[in-house]
């Protein structure tokens, strides 16, 4: 199994910027990429960002290309989602995931989530 431990949420002004944190751990091995989704009240979960598992190549949802950017720390297996110019219509609940494939992203495992608020 893959661990995933998410950090970094919280609530910012609009305009504002957060990043979040997945620290990956156990059994990595096979896994691909790592994604971002993020579900907000009474909508369904959704794609954000996915970044393979070296880092190569990302990919990001229309909306939040040029604001959202995915990156990794090789040295601690530990995955980042860097969001400015946050806008209210982003505040979810955001969950990184391992996946399988990179494109289309194919999720094995998730994080716990963690809740971003963004106030107009």
């Known amino acids: 199994q893959v661990q995933l431990v998410e950090s970094g949420g919280g609530l910012v002004q609009a305009g504002g910027s957060l990043r979040l944190s997945c620290a990956a751990s156990?059994?990595?091995?096979?896994?691909?990429?790592m994604g971002w989704f993020r579900q907000a009240l009474g909508k369904s979960r959704e794609f954000v960002a996915a970044?393979?598992?070296?880092?190569?190549?990302?990919y990001y949802a229309d909306s939040v290309t040029d604001r959202f950017t995915a990156s990794r720390d090789n040295a601690k297996n530990t995955f980042y989602l860097q969001m400015n110019s946050l806008k209210p219509e982003d505040t979810a609940i955001y969950y990184c995931t391992s996946g399988s494939r990179f494109l289309p992203f194919a999720s094995d495992y998730w994080g716990q989530g963690t809740q971003v608020t963004v106030s107009a």
């Open positions: 156990g059994r990595t091995a096979r896994t691909s990429a």
């Open positions: 970044i393979t598992w070296t880092g190569s190549d990302k």
